[in-house]
Structures are given as structure tokens and as C-alpha cells.
């Protein structure tokens, strides 16, 4: 059975630091990355790493955000920086099941950020 904890977020002022993990276990995985959802809105695409550590940000996190994975661990890391208050949202880890066909996909409970301006 797959599970995902995630951890790491919180409450930081605009311009700060948080990094996210996100341990995965009970298979093996293709892409690991991070959805966001803020409130009123659709979930939406952060970043994703695949299995080779090739990426893929949304534009509006380019050059703030780097997304990171240990294979070995099934770890997937999200370091955000110079965060603003639209970066607020509920986060979640999202992973490729390599042990199913076709690949599932499996989420993470979700975890709060909220940068204050």
C-alpha cells in the first residue's frame, strides 16, 4: 500500500524560505512533484522530477522554486524561496506508481502554507 507523509509547511512573511518533503513508500516511482490549491481555485501544477531528475515548473515558481528527489529514500523535496503571498495554498505530493500498469497516481494528504505580506 502506498503512502505518502508530507511535512514542512507552515507560516512565513513574504521573502522567506520553507521546504517541503515528501516520503513516499510501499512501491516504487516514476515522477514525484508538488500540486498546489489555493482556496477558490483548481489545483494546479508546481514542479515535477522524474526518476532520471529531469524537471518541470510552473512559470510562476521558476527561479524560486527547486524541486528534488533521492531515489534510494523515495523522497521528493520542494525549497521555496523568496515566497510571496500568492504562493499561499494547501500543497500536495503527487507520485507515479512504477509497480502498476497503467502507472497510478497517488496523493499526498496535503499540507498548509501561507505567506503573510
Known amino acids: 500500500q502506498v503512502q505518502l507523509v508530507e511535512s514542512g509547511g507552515g507560516l512565513v512573511q513574504a521573502g522567506g524560505s520553507l521546504r517541503l518533503s515528501c516520503a513516499a513508500s510501499?512501491?516504487?516511482?516514476?515522477?514525484m512533484g508538488w500540486y498546489r490549491q489555493a482556496p477558490g481555485k483548481q489545483r494546479e501544477l508546481v514542479a515535477t522530477?522524474?526518476?532520471?531528475?529531469?524537471?518541470n515548473y510552473a512559470d510562476s515558481v521558476k527561479g524560486r522554486f527547486t524541486i528534488s528527489r533521492d531515489n534510494a529514500k523515495n523522497t521528493v523535496n520542494l525549497q521555496m524561496n523568496s515566497l510571496k503571498p500568492e504562493d499561499t495554498a494547501v500543497y500536495y505530493c503527487?507520485?507515479?506508481?512504477?509497480?502498476?500498469?497503467?502507472?497510478?497516481?497517488?496523493w499526498g494528504k496535503g499540507i498548509l502554507v501561507t505567506v503573510s505580506s
Open positions: 510501499g512501491s516504487i516511482f516514476n515522477a
Open positions: 503527487n507520485v507515479e506508481n512504477l509497480a502498476t500498469m497503467p502507472m497510478l497516481l497517488h
Open positions: 522530477i522524474t526518476r532520471g531528475g529531469s524537471t
